[in-house]
C-alpha cells in the first residue's frame, strides 16, 4: 500500500511539474505573433497561459513585451511607458515571491532578469541614464547566477552578450554614463558580439531579440552596414508584418544601395502610412518619406521623388525640430528635382529657403552654388 501511494505521488508530481510550465512551442508561437505585431492575438495567446499557468511569470513577461513593441513602433509617444513599468515591476514581484520558496529557480531568475533589463532599456532610451545604470546592475548578478546553474541555457548569453559589448562600446557615445562604470564588471566587445551570434543561431526564446541587437550594433557602432543587412533581411523575411524591421530594412538595403529592394520596402511603408492601422510619429514618417524620395530620386523618378520629398517637408514642419537635417536636404534635394524638370523659379525659391535654415552637410554650399548654376542631374 505505501508503494502504491509513493507511485501516485511521484506520478501527479510528474503530471503537476508538467502543467506548471507551458510547452516551449506554445511560448514560440505567441513569441511569433508580437514580432508579427498581431498583438490582440498575442495578449489572448498569453492571457490564456496566465489563466492555465499561473505560478509561470513567463505568461506575464510575454504579454509585457506586446506593450514593448508598441513602445518600439513609435518611441517619441511616452503613453505606455508607465503601463510597461507597471507590468514589469508585477513581474519581478511574481518572480521575488517564488525566489523566496527556491533561490535556485531558474525560471523565476531568468524572467526577474529579462523584467529588470528591459526596465533599464526604457529608462536608457529616456535618457534616465543613472536608473539605467542601477537596473544593469541588478540584472547582471541574476544573469550570472543563471548561467552558474545552467550553462547550457544559451538564452541567458542575451544578457551577458549585451552587458558586454555595450558596456564597452556605450560610454565613448554617452560620457554622462561613466562616473558609474566603476560599479560595474568590466565588459568586453568581441567576447559580447561572440555571445549574441551564439544567440541568434542557437537561442530558443531570445534568437530574434539577438539578431535585432547585432543588426543595431553593427549599424550604430560598429559601422559595418552589410552586416547589419544581413540581420536586417532574416528579421523581415521572417517577420514581414514588422515595422520595425521593415524600417530597419528599407534603410539598409539604401545605405548598401540596394536601391530597388529600398524602394520596394518603403512603398509598403507608404501603404501602412496612408491606411493608417499603425500609429506612427511624425519623425519616423518624415524619414520614411525622405528615404523613399531619395531612393526615387536615385533612380530617375523625379515626380514620385517629387511627392515623397514634399511629404518628408510636410512632415518636418508638424515637429518642433524643423532644422533638422532632413528638412535642409528634402528642400536642396526637391529644388534639384525642379531644376531637372525645368522649373527654375521654383527651384530657386528652394534654394533660397535652404539658406535660411541650419547648414547641414553643407547644404548652404550646395544652394549657393545651384542659385548660380542650376543643378544638371550630375
Not at 505567441?30 to 490564456?48: P, Q, V, W
Not at 554614463?177 to 551564439?198: A, T
Request: hydrophobic share 40%; proline share 4%.
Amino acid at each position: 500500500m505505501k508503494k502504491v501511494v509513493y507511485i501516485l505521488l511521484f506520478i501527479s508530481s510528474q503530471i503537476f511539474s508538467q502543467k506548471a510550465i507551458p510547452t516551449d512551442t506554445l511560448i514560440q508561437n505567441g513569441i511569433s505573433l508580437i514580432y508579427k505585431l498581431d498583438f490582440e492575438s498575442a495578449e489572448r495567446h498569453f492571457r490564456n497561459i496566465i489563466a492555465d499557468y499561473p505560478d509561470y511569470p513567463g505568461g506575464k513577461f510575454f504579454l509585457a513585451m506586446c506593450d514593448w513593441w508598441k513602445i518600439l513602433i513609435n518611441l517619441d509617444n511616452t503613453d505606455k511607458d508607465e503601463i510597461f513599468f507597471d507590468k514589469l515591476e508585477d513581474i519581478i514581484f511574481q518572480c521575488d515571491e517564488i525566489l523566496k520558496q527556491n533561490p535556485n529557480n531558474e525560471i523565476a531568475l531568468f524572467f526577474k532578469a529579462g523584467a529588470i533589463g528591459y526596465r533599464g532599456r526604457l529608462r536608457a532610451l529616456r535618457d534616465s541614464w543613472l536608473k539605467a545604470a542601477d537596473d544593469a546592475l541588478s540584472a547582471y548578478p541574476l544573469i550570472e547566477k543563471l548561467y552558474q546553474l545552467n550553462p547550457k541555457n544559451i538564452d541567458v548569453l542575451l544578457g551577458f552578450g549585451i552587458y558586454n559589448y555595450y558596456l564597452s562600446v556605450v560610454p565613448d557615445k554617452f560620457p554622462i554614463i561613466k562616473p558609474f562604470l566603476s560599479l560595474f564588471p568590466k565588459g568586453d566587445k568581441n567576447l559580447g558580439l561572440e555571445q549574441l551570434i551564439n544567440v541568434a543561431n542557437n537561442g530558443k526564446f531570445s534568437r530574434y531579440e539577438a539578431m535585432y541587437f547585432l543588426m543595431t550594433s553593427f549599424l550604430n557602432y560598429e559601422q559595418l552596414p552589410y552586416k547589419a543587412f544581413e540581420y536586417s533581411r532574416i528579421l523581415y523575411e521572417t517577420f514581414p508584418e514588422n515595422v520595425v524591421f521593415q524600417r530597419y530594412y528599407a534603410k539598409l538595403s539604401y545605405i548598401t544601395w540596394n536601391i530597388d529592394n529600398a524602394i520596394d520596402v518603403y512603398e509598403k511603408l507608404i501603404n501602412i502610412i496612408n491606411a493608417d492601422k499603425i500609429k506612427l510619429s511624425f519623425s519616423v514618417k518624415r524619414e520614411i518619406f525622405y528615404y523613399a524620395a531619395v531612393s526615387n530620386k536615385i533612380q530617375r523618378d523625379y515626380l514620385k521623388a517629387e511627392i515623397y520629398f514634399n511629404k518628408s517637408i510636410e512632415m518636418s514642419n508638424k515637429l518642433s525640430d524643423k532644422n533638422s537635417g532632413f528638412l535642409a536636404l528634402s528642400k536642396l534635394y526637391l529644388a534639384n528635382i525642379y531644376d531637372i524638370m525645368k522649373r527654375r523659379q521654383e527651384a530657386i525659391a528652394l534654394y533660397k529657403e535652404v539658406l535660411k535654415i541650419p547648414d547641414y552637410k553643407d547644404s548652404h554650399s550646395y544652394a549657393q552654388t545651384y542659385l548660380n548654376n542650376p543643378y544638371n542631374g550630375e
